[in-house]
T-cell receptor, first 114, second 114 residues
Framework: DTGVSQDPRHKITKRGQNVTFRCDPI?????LYWYRQTLGQGPEFLTY????????KSRLLSDRFSAERPKGSFSTLEIQRTEQGDSAMYLC????????????FGEGSWLTVV | AQSVTQPDIHITVSEGASLELRCNYS??????LFWYVQSPGQGLQLLLK??????LVQGIKGFEAEFKRSQSSFNLRKPSVHWSDAAEYFC????????????FGAGTRLFVKA
């Protein structure tokens, strides 16, 4: 069990640039989640996948955000035309099955937009 | 939709003293309840979870939590706090039907004084 891994761990980008984060879930986990966390707040749900299907998207996920999980394994979260308000930690998590199963988090990807 | 309230933004306790962190949830059906801990700049680690059965659940690091349906609460306790327990603690509720996302509270920061 190698855990959930995220890459990159830190990213500094200029406003208006695009960024992409990658998440590799625990290998047998069919559900994958993305959360966003800002300082002093709890993780906010963004979206989740069951296998390759994106089943739910939060209203927080504006049109500039897109997430994919093309083969039901790793996932990417892309932010286009970044804004300073996008600065946050983006957390990926995975689980087996639904909410009755524990979700396991990665270490997160810090984004700073300057 | 479910929601979680953690009334205390931060708590300070002396090392060796007992600890109780409060959590109240809102959910129409039987909830799945979790406590996670987060050290600065890190991902979230599961402390314990409640799905059904015994309402007093034991977790790692000497933590326990009690589910009280009548009070919609799931408070976290530890009889004797260690300096290494200083961290951010998040209560979370998972849906048992429909969308299976897990929703987090805003967190309680624990400070431990010598």
């Amino acid at each position: 069990d190698t855990g959930v891994s995220q890459d990159p761990r830190h990213k500094i980008t200029k406003r208006g640039q695009n960024v992409t984060f990658r998440c590799d879930p625990i290998s047998e986990h069919n559900r994958l989640y993305w959360y966003r966390q800002t300082l002093g707040q709890g993780p906010e749900f963004l979206t989740y996948f069951q296998n390759e299907a994106q089943l739910e998207k939060s209203r927080l996920l504006s049109d500039r955000f897109s997430a994919e999980r093309p083969k039901g394994s790793f996932s990417t979260l892309e932010i286009q035309r970044t804004e300073q308000g996008d600065s946050a930690m983006y957390l990926c998590a995975s689980s087996v099955g639904g909410s009755g199963n524990t979700i396991y988090f990665g270490e997160g990807s810090w984004l700073t937009v300057v | 939709a479910q929601s979680v309230t953690q009334p205390d933004i931060h708590i300070t306790v002396s090392e060796g003293a007992s600890l109780e962190l409060r959590c109240n949830y809102s959910y129409g059906a039987t909830p799945y309840l979790f406590w996670y801990v987060q050290s600065p700049g890190q991902g979230l680690q599961l402390l314990l979870k409640y799905f059904s059965g015994d309402t007093l659940v034991q977790g790692i690091k000497g933590f326990e939590a009690e589910f009280k349906r009548s009070q919609s609460s799931f408070n976290l306790r530890k009889p004797s706090v260690h300096w290494s327990d200083a961290a951010e603690y998040f209560c979370a509720v998972g849906a048992s039907t429909g969308g299976f996302k897990t929703i987090f509270g805003a967190g309680t920061r624990l400070f431990v004084k010598a």
